[in-house]
Nanobody, 125 residues
């Protein structure tokens, strides 16, 4: 079974910074991409940033210049550093990973998309 465990988040003042971390564990052969998505109240889940195993990063326009995503292949972790936070960054942030690993239901190895449980980020004074 492949799992993602997130940490970080909480209450941050406008203009402040935060760092989110996510660790993948379980029967993982390889990780193609890890990243972060977010969902604000009443809105659809949206991309924040992703990074491939080779280090290619992709950012949503709304966070470009304010966010930095980094990955650690050896430890199957991904971090998201966000600066100059705005109230509109308030959302539940979800870690996502596309991996080749063991499916707990079929007990076979295949490509899986895995989500974390989410961590709340609130930007408010």
């Amino acid at each position: 079974q492949v799992q993602l465990v997130e940490s970080g988040g909480g209450l941050v003042q406008p203009g402040g910074s935060l760092r989110l971390s996510c660790a993948a564990s379980g029967s993982i052969v390889s990780i193609n991409t890890m990243g972060w998505y977010r969902q604000a109240p009443g809105k659809q889940r949206e991309l924040v940033a992703t990074i491939t195993g080779s280090g290619t990063a992709n950012y949503a326009d709304s966070v470009k210049g304010r966010a930095t995503i980094s990955g650690d292949n050896a430890n199957n972790t991904v971090n998201l550093q966000m600066n100059s936070l705005k109230p509109e960054d308030t959302a539940v942030y979800y870690c996502n990973a596309e991996v080749f690993g063991r499916d707990s239901e079929s007990r076979t190895y295949r490509y899986l998309e895995v989500w974390g449980q989410g961590t709340l980020v609130t930007v408010s004074s």
